[in-house]
């Protein structure tokens, strides 16, 4: 790989490595990188302690063009990026009057005297490039070292974002990035989505696709490098849609419920759900989409049986007939959530486990239901996993179902 | 810090840096290795290539007694952990014959011939003590090389920690480990709980105390090391559980949904929802705990005011005089919940965003409501973020306002 094109990123934060999250600064900047012609190839987290970050620093210095820092770079004593970073690149920290008095101004707006201590954050590494922090106080830093660059930035990935979006992307776009797109697919399992665009790697290239798959949803990141990447870009486009067929419901930042919602607003459709094993997860992912009130009506939760009878006028026959998880039910509540006042609406009704599973209806049995003005279409799964996976999927299907009910492309 | 007790990860994998999902695998080891005795204090992830991967283990060998590396061992060309770590310890790879058979055996059971690439499976670096993975076919690898242990795990989560729980555990777990317990508090904002637990920091010591939190939940994650380390870990969790008050709804594995739906089931209490705002998301914190069924009867998701007035039986003429945003309609909501047949439930009524908000309603402006046999409380809230945060925010709160309705404590 061109070494200009490299990049690594390290995350400094001991209660990165100590307890019960992920770092996820690095997803974001790696997304960010690759408009940037850059690629991450490699990523770390580090304890809040200077010789560490020196020592990442200087590792990574041997063997990329870029090295992006997040963290560390706040008031208190524990936020030791700037000497880190001075330490490994052989230079010392000088205060900068005007930075000095940003913080000052800044603490005034807020009503509050400036503590002495906040004043390390006017610390730059010396011949650093200021990178101004719209969102909040301690201001990036970019140093340049012969063929290196080294960026700090602070930790809170809201202020991160903003320097990136405002500061390097506009610098760095004009490298000739990688171009990058994302199919959307849903209603899908990775292994059968893998064997239907296999036959394309060979002509695209097995490393230009990344496939992320989970809960019934599977990503397919394309990427194209080099001088005709747009070109290429659009190539691969057209053949991995086409490979995707119906699962296709997006693309880049599209959500299955944005989309879902977009197509039932374009036909002035109202919605509503009628929830049994997901609990109120699928209103969840519908109320998520900003808007989605002029679309969303509402829905019944119906958990225990006595409310699928009252509240959807779900027969107490049909119940004892086919038990409440069936198609039949299924469909029933659908219908029934018509009734609050909707054209369309979504309905689920399963075994999620752990418990409650039969031979007949093993755990992750989850009947689906999908009304339209034209119909009802009803759909019956076995999903894998475990409780929640089980809940996700059977959510994810059930948008799927309608939007595919609705007879709509991407 | 004593060497012997530290340790670094490295997750091997080209797509962990590529796009769009964080890595968690790291996230479960540091848990696993804390009552071993080891601290992580570095972590990272590279590409799939065995030089890369050799680079990392030469670089972490020199600061660390332990480096676990988790995936590349499956059979296909890229997994190359077993190459890269055989060059950093300077040792050849050695086909087992006995592992051969067992991969062998494990086709076979799936009902498939093994492809002749699976036997790759079988190479172990010279002197490697073989892991075995009941969950799996790729084995595991535990090799010593001095003062240093490299593990190789797969990348697969559920099989690596089957090995590390079946195979790892039994080992360190004598060496005398760090005490481990974490406080959960439920309705609550970092900085006014920082604030209050900040005077403990100089008994108990400020690394041995790490805060968590987001979205109304705040954890506190206390740490003791040493011969004594239960028995001062006792006395933190004293102190510190004092210092939390109310809001500690739990510990380590308790959910705020479950430790709420233990409380209901205790009283012989049954529970249901009025959502607005939150459009289900209360509804699926609380089916996402098993057995929920025999409190929980299920909710309205009351998005649009005629589901709130014609399903909840909030009155027109209160829905015009305070608007759909207000205490008097969440207690309304909540009262009509109570007609699905329970005796408690919780309402929601606001404004998520980034749209719908104004002077005297702000975005972020949330109504609560928790309705118990004794009576109907009620917050109001203007809760800080971003659409998915505020509704992330009301969910938590509204639960917790019930579970401190019940009175009880953890």
Partial sequence: MDRARTAAFVAVGSELLRAGRPETNSVRVAELLRPCGFRLVEKRCVEDDAAAIATALRELADRVALVVVSGGLGPTADDVTREGAAAALGRRLERRDELVAML?????????????????????????????????????????????????????????????????????????????????????????VEQRVSHLYDRFGRESVTI????????????????????????????????????????????????LLAALRRRGLRLAVAESCTGGKIGDRITAVPGASDVFVGGVVAYADAVKRDRLGVPAALLAAHGAVSGEVAEAMARGALAL????????????????????????????????????????HRFPGHRELVREFAATFGLELLRRALGDGP
């Fill in 341 to 380: 006042g909707a054209d369309c609406a979504i309905a689920a009704t399963g075994i999620a486990g752990p418990g409650g599973g039969s031979v007949a209806k093993p755990v992750g049995t989850v009947h689906l239901a999908a009304a339209t003005p034209a119909g009802v279409r009803l759909a019956a």
């Fill in 212 to 259: 992320l798959a989970g809960r019934g949803l599977v990503d397919l990141v394309l990427a194209a490098e080099g001088d005709d990447a747009p070109g290429r870009l659009a190539e691969m486009d057209e053949a991995f849609a086409a490979a995707a067929g119906e699962e296709l419901y997006g693309r880049d930042d599209d959500t299955l419920a944005g989309v």
């Fill in 104 to 192: 000052g101004e800044r603490y005034r707006a807020m009503g509050r005297a400036m503590p002495g201590i906040a004043a390390r954050m006017a610390d730059v590494v010396a011949g650093a490039e200021v990178l101004r922090n719209p969102r909040g106080t301690a201001p990036g830093q970019l140093i340049t070292a012969g063929d290196l660059v080294v960026v700090l930035l602070p930790g809170v990935p809201w202020e991160l974002e903003e320097i990136f979006v405002r500061s390097l992307l506009p610098r760095w776009q004009g490298r000739g990035g990688t171009a990058v797109r994302t199919l959307r697919l849903a209603g899908a399992y990775e292994s059968a």
